[in-house]
């Protein structure tokens, strides 16, 4: 079946270094991408966004890059701060959206 | 209101007993989804709404588990009969949609739901 999934469960960053969070989806035929962040207690928060007719779109100290080819899709966050600290997700979206199990951040001081 | 809201936020219920929970989507969504999280896990799928049409309802583990919406308005998740592996965090999503697609996806904070 379709899955979405993240290559590493859990990712160690120092603070001020860029961080590169990857994920991995099988269904082709999702049109539109989503990152989000959850903190402790929270519920997912969006972070950015990319529809399937682009390759790259770039926000506040985020970029999220699609490669359709591969079907790969990561987060890079730059000049990672304390508050980056949390679990990421990204999700595929044909009609509903489709989550890998998350990567845990953790932000080195 | 701004966002989507979830409540109760917090439910602690015996097992056995029924349990309903409820989101209020952001205005002007006319999709809303139930997901399930499970400790340290990632969101499982459990329905779709989308307008009118009918429900997916292919995420749904079990015939103990149901949601109603009406309209484009508020939706409620029942649980009937509450098992202690019920337990977990459920969150509402809403979304807009256009020709583009769906888009907009805004979650809840979840209502944590403990069965004892």
């Known amino acids: 079946g379709e899955s979405v999934g993240l290559h590493l469960p859990t990712l160690s960053v120092q603070e001020g270094d860029n961080s590169i969070i990857n994920c991995a989806y099988s269904?082709?035929?999702?049109?539109?991408f989503i990152w989000y962040k959850q903190e402790s207690g929270k519920g997912p928060q969006f972070i950015i966004d990319?529809?399937?007719?682009?390759d790259k779109r770039q926000g506040q100290r985020v970029t999220v890059l699609l490669n359709k080819t591969v079907k790969h899709l990561s987060l890079q966050i730059a000049a990672t701060q304390p508050g980056d600290s949390a679990v990421y997700f990204c999700a595929e979206a044909y009609y509903k959206l489709s989550f890998g199990a998350g990567t845990t951040v953790t932000v080195r001081a | 209101g701004a966002g989507v809201s979830q409540s109760p936020s917090n439910k602690v219920t015996e097992k056995g007993k029924d349990v309903e929970l409820r989101c209020d989507p952001i205005s002007g969504h006319t999709a809303l989804y139930w997901y399930r999280q499970r400790l340290g896990q990632g969101l499982e799928f459990l329905i779709y709404?989308?307008?009118?049409?009918?429900?997916?309802k292919s995420g749904l583990p079990s015939d103990r588990f149901s949601a109603e919406r009406t309209g484009e308005s508020v939706s409620t998740l029942t649980i009937q009969r509450t098992q202690q592996e019920d337990s977990a965090v459920y969150l509402c999503?809403?979304?807009?949609?256009?020709?583009?697609?769906?888009?907009?996806?805004?979650f809840g904070s979840g209502t944590r739901l403990t069965v004892v």
């Open positions: 269904n082709s035929a999702s049109d539109y």
């Open positions: 709404f989308q307008g009118n049409s009918a429900p997916d």
């Open positions: 990319i529809r399937s007719n682009m």
């Open positions: 999503a809403s979304s807009k949609t256009d020709t583009t697609g769906n888009y907009g996806y805004t």
